[in-house]
């Protein structure tokens, strides 16, 4: 009798799922999409097979996101077989449900040719399986079959392209792969026409794909945006829930956006065109108390105008005529609460050390088991954003996809990291490794007009840089996780903060003496002005650095006695201060731009806490300053 195997299926490709995107909603279609194909191997292993990750008590149809890495031992070789090329049949049917009905509905639009190279003929899913003996050590096994998988993937077989392949048009998110959409025309302009005029006919399907005109999709991009009819908050929503939230005291309002909701969904269902005027928000924002569930463009500060204006210049009278009644009721409401504030953050997060922890493992179900806590720990992270109202992408294991608005930004990623590492932490398999993990967050802060693969490649490089960051302050007691926030503004100069728990709680405490008008707005771009000037200052000895230090924090002083607040407050601000310079004591410069960065973050925080709450206080408060100011953090230019 043979021994057990033990065997580890992927799915992909991860970076046309998870990476290539234009909107929100294709982010989270990727997700869901990988997440079911996943589901759909573990639900089709053979029953004497036993389930590692997902862990046993996983229900299958759940609809938590789930990895795209499946594990299971088999009980011998004999039923590897069967086994593997029952799950590869089970993630295949899962696919070609969701590619049939992208097909069914877009059959009108679909190069039937380019399309059934990529289906049925090409490469779309890769599924890649491998399988070791449980013989020995189970770490020494488990080492054994990811290197068999990662040598499995190096030898993928990739097909030659055929010339009319490689003379059609290339997917605009996936630059890679060619297009799918009908080349019908005899110029790019003709083509572009009569595809607009192919979705005024299929309303359903120009909701679902909102094409820009000259936007190509390949295949799978296809599948993300036409096979799920639900839709997910996009960025604007996201961004103005704040604004929206600040409605919820005021009843009469609140009626008249909700009626503005089902005006602009009306118009935008009506209109005979591929781009959609006004996005749901899917099962988000569904609450009774919420004002309005719709993207919200037509709030943002001259976006309504050039609505109408676009309306007008591609025929659309009676749209535009429609709009313009809609700005009268727009104005009306922003005349006393203003425009909201368009700025959102995109949050992403990974844990540091969990696969040291699966290498402890020392047997399969030490891994199932670990497996489950990471389980409740994505549940966790879960609940955090959505109670600082963010919309979660993709949360699984230890791995983190969301959007927040900036209003809950600092708390949220307090709390994330705090739940992450109290849950391991005090886990008693965890502790008996002796590993300490944590949660490196990459956040990219930016307008909701920038684009997508800008903003989230900006979020991928900051993970990377807080990883990085981590090793720096591992050590330091209390140590939680690493965070990088990179600031990506319209206009201007954007920066990075790198630092840990302590970083978050500053800017919470920054933001809070902004919305109390303690700060003034301009009081971080004040801040450096002063850091150009006595960068100047020669640095030749050591008392020429001591009298730039005095100097700085001379100016310092008379910057912030001209500030708002009570003696309290002033002290706090003084404290923060004077502890920054002394951290930065032999770079003074480098003390100035830390606080000046910080502050101008925390000026955008505080935009979002007004929107929220209107109504400040008439006297500002007490706040209590950071745990302990002193710690070092990093500002990048």
Known sequence: MTSPHLVVFSIGPVQTFLISARRTRDLWCGSKLLSDMARAVAASLPVEWTRVVPDPGYQVDSAASLGNVVFAV?????????????????????????????????????????????????????????????????????????????????????????????????????????????VSGRGRADVLDNRATILADNPTLAFRLRLRRGEELDAISFIKRAALGETFPSVTRIAIDPWLRGFSGKPADVQKLKALNARMMALSCARDAADSLASGSGQHYQDANTAYASDGAIFLNG??????????????????????????????????????????????????????????????????????????????????????????????????????????????????????????????????????????????????????????????????????????????????????????????????????????????????????????????????????????????DAHCVELRLQALGLELQRLLKRRKGNAQTSKQLADATDAVLAVHRDSPEAAITQLAHELILARRIAESMRDAKPTRPTEPSEVSGPDDPSRPCESTS
């Open 74 to 182: 088999a009980p011998d070789a004999q039923s590897i077989g069967s086994g593997v090329e029952n799950a590869r049949q089970g993630a295949l049917a899962k696919f070609g449900e969701y590619a049939t009905h992208a097909y069914k509905l877009g059959n009108g639009l679909i190069n039937k040719t380019e399309w059934k190279r990529q289906i049925e003929h090409g490469n779309a899913i890769e599924f890649y399986a491998a399988w070791q003996a449980m013989v020995g050590d189970y770490p020494q096994v488990r080492a054994a079959v990811m290197r068999k998988l990662a040598s499995v993937k190096a030898l993928r077989a990739f097909t030659q392209e055929s010339a009319a392949a490689q003379s059609s048009f290339k997917s605009s998110l996936d630059g890679v792969s060619e297009s799918v959409l009908l």
């Open 303 to 540: 976006r309504l105008d050039s609505m109408i204006r676009d309306c007008r210049a591609s025929g659309e009278g009676r749209l535009a005529a429609g709009l313009e009644e809609v700005k009268v009721d727009v104005e009306a409401i922003t005349k006393d609460s203003g425009h909201p504030h368009p700025y959102y953050a995109l949050l992403v997060a990974d844990g540091d050390g969990i696969g040291k922890l699966f290498s402890a493992c020392q047997s399969a179900n030490a891994q199932g088991e670990l497996s489950a806590l990471l389980r409740g720990t994505a549940a966790e992270m879960r609940s955090v954003i959505e109670e600082h109202h963010g919309v979660v992408v993709f949360a699984a294991g230890e791995d983190l996809m969301a959007f927040l608005p900036l209003d809950g930004l600092p708390a949220a990623i307090v709390a994330l990291q705090t739940a992450f590492a109290t849950t391991l932490q005090k886990d008693s398999a965890v502790k008996a490794t002796g590993a300490q993990p944590t949660l490196s967050v990459g956040v990219a802060i930016a307008h909701c007009l920038e684009a997508m693969e800008d903003v989230l490649g900006g979020a991928r490089v900051a993970e990377q840089k807080a990883k990085q960051h981590r090793r720096v302050i591992i050590n330091e007691e209390g140590y939680k996780g690493a965070v990088c926030m990179t600031w990506m503004p319209r206009n201007g100069a954007g920066f990075d903060l790198l630092g840990g728990v302590e970083l978050c709680q500053r800017l919470g405490h920054w933001a809070q003496f902004a919305y109390e008008d303690v700060l003034a707005d301009a009081f971080g771009y004040q801040l450096k002005q002063v850091q150009r000037r006595y960068g100047l200052w020669p640095n030749s």
